[in-house]
């Protein structure tokens, strides 16, 4: 889906994540300003949306995105997860963990409300 169509969906997500490269990202668009894929599902009613700045590596987000998600399961504030996640990724990789595997990805809404996440569709499938 391009941002265009996102905007007409009409959404009162919780939370969007947007875990793929550059969805933080996009083209001015005029007086409009920029158009991007979290920009849109705001738009489209979306709370809370986490993107991303800049192309990301794989292992990283994967890392990055389990940690987040297992703090939203404690029932932490988004912004607090997305925090949390990042921490513990310069914890566990201390040194090796330079900015450019964490620091892409942002939040934009408030986050200072936890969510309702069902751990067991977290799970992965076999």
Same mark, same amino acid.
């Given at each position: 889906?391009?941002?265009?169509?996102?905007?007409?969906?009409?959404?009162?997500? @919780?939370?969007?994540?947007?875990?793929?490269? @550059?969805?933080?990202?996009?083209?001015?668009?005029?007086?409009?300003?920029?158009?991007?894929?979290?920009?849109?599902?705001?738009?489209?009613?979306?709370?809370?949306?986490?993107?991303?700045?800049?192309?990301?590596?794989?292992?990283?987000?994967?890392?990055?995105?389990?940690?987040?998600?297992?703090?939203?399961?404690?029932?932490?504030?988004?912004?607090?997860?997305?925090?949390?996640?990042?921490?513990?990724?310069?914890?566990?990789?201390?040194?090796?963990?330079?900015?450019?595997?964490?620091?892409?990805?942002?939040? @934009?809404?408030?986050? @200072?409300?936890?969510?309702?996440?069902?751990?067991?569709?977290?799970?992965?499938?076999?």
């Amino acid at each position: 889906m391009e941002a265009s169509e996102i905007v007409h969906l009409h959404t009162n997500a @919780d939370l969007v994540v947007l875990s793929a490269c @550059d969805t933080a990202v996009g083209s001015l668009q005029g007086e409009e300003g920029i158009a991007n894929l979290s920009l849109a599902f705001m738009l489209a009613g979306a709370k809370n949306v986490v993107s991303t700045l800049w192309s990301v590596d794989d292992t990283s987000a994967l890392y990055l995105m389990k940690r987040f998600y297992a703090h939203l399961t404690e029932r932490s504030t988004v912004a607090y997860a997305l925090t949390a996640a990042k921490r513990d990724m310069l914890k566990t990789y201390g040194a090796q963990a330079i900015p450019y595997y964490w620091a892409s990805f942002r939040l @934009d809404g408030v986050g @200072d409300h936890p969510i309702s996440v069902n751990s067991k569709s977290l799970a992965p499938t076999k």
